[in-house]
């Protein structure tokens, strides 16, 4: 059984998680229209009732598996997250977080990827996805107040600051180039000089 679910609830619920591990394995072999929630229950060793018994239909199962990632993901970038830490230290941390919980789970990262280029995006709630993140975009805009980063949308900060490493990490797109802790501090660094003021 996959333990990253279990930061969602309290009460771990196997058969839950029997079906969200099934969810992501399916979808990332075959793709989202061909998982059905009859494939996916085989894949969970569970009959097409019991998902439904969770989620209400193949969307929701989608969408709530999703939610469930990156609220895990939030957690174990937000962790331990200090809000008097030094602006720049605080975005690396949170970049070194990034990367380590990606190469940890690479098949969450491949889930949430085809997730994220999907229609479903439109069925998220995304003030849910970016809640856990509020200190970390203060201590941001605090920087900005401070004219240490650049004012700019917060859309732009970020692509520079952490999407470079979810491109670094995909072997999708680059096969032959192994990403390293050293990598992703390169990263952080040419990402920190693009911002900063």
């Known amino acids: 059984m996959l333990v990253y679910y279990r930061c969602v ?74 809000s008097d830490t030094p602006i720049r230290d605080a975005v690396f941390l949170a970049g070194k977080k990034l990367y380590a919980y990606i190469n940890k789970h690479p098949k969450l990262f491949y889930f949430t990827e085809q997730f994220a280029n999907s229609p479903y995006t439109d069925l998220v709630d995304k003030d849910k996805i970016e809640a856990p993140f509020k200190p970390m975009y203060d201590r941001i805009q605090e920087g900005i107040d401070q004219k240490i980063i650049k004012d700019v949308p917060f859309e732009l900060l970020f692509a520079h600051l952490y999407l470079p490493i979810f491109n670094l990490v995909n072997p999708r797109l680059h096969p032959n180039f192994k990403a390293t802790p050293e990598i992703i501090d390169i990263s952080m660094n040419m990402a920190w000089d693009a911002i900063k003021l």
Not at 43 to 61: E, G, H, M, Q
């Open 9 to 82: 609830r309290v009460k771990d619920d196997i058969k839950r998680n029997a079906i969200i591990e099934a969810t992501v394995s399916l979808v990332n072999e075959i793709g989202f229209a061909a998982s059905s929630v009859s494939k996916i229950a085989k894949r969970a060793d569970v009959s097409p009732a019991t998902i439904y018994i969770y989620f209400k239909n193949k969307d929701d199962l989608l969408v709530s598996t999703y939610v469930d990632i990156k609220t895990c993901l939030a957690n174990a970038i937000m962790e331990d997250f200090d």
